[in-house]
């Protein structure tokens, strides 16, 4: 299982949720991405989103002041794209 981390903070919605998609469409199959988010619209809007693409919440931590953690499991069955 590999593990890729990613530090999105003041990345604006959607563009913060796309970069996580690419690298979950790149990844192999039950890759771990760590994200670091922002607080307010990302944390409102990325979990949903990750979760309506078919990917595994781990979790969500809060992060410094500011800021989420969220680690998320490729699920199997969605394809790493060549």
């Known amino acids: 299982m590999?593990?890729?981390e990613m530090d999105l903070r003041g990345t604006a919605c959607p563009i913060n949720f796309v970069r996580i998609k690419i690298a979950l469409?790149?990844?192999p199959e039950e890759t771990i991405?760590?994200?670091i988010i922002d607080?307010?619209?990302a944390y409102e809007s990325v979990p949903q989103s990750i979760r309506e693409e078919g990917?595994?919440?781990i979790s969500l931590e809060s992060y410094e002041e500011?800021?989420?953690l969220i680690n998320i499991k490729k699920s199997a069955g969605t394809e790493a794209k060549s």
């Open 39 to 41: 607080d307010g619209e």
């Open 2 to 4: 590999s593990v890729k």
């Open 55 to 57: 990917h595994e919440i």
């Open 33 to 35: 991405i760590k994200a």
């Open 25 to 27: 469409d790149a990844a």
């Open 66 to 68: 500011s800021f989420w």
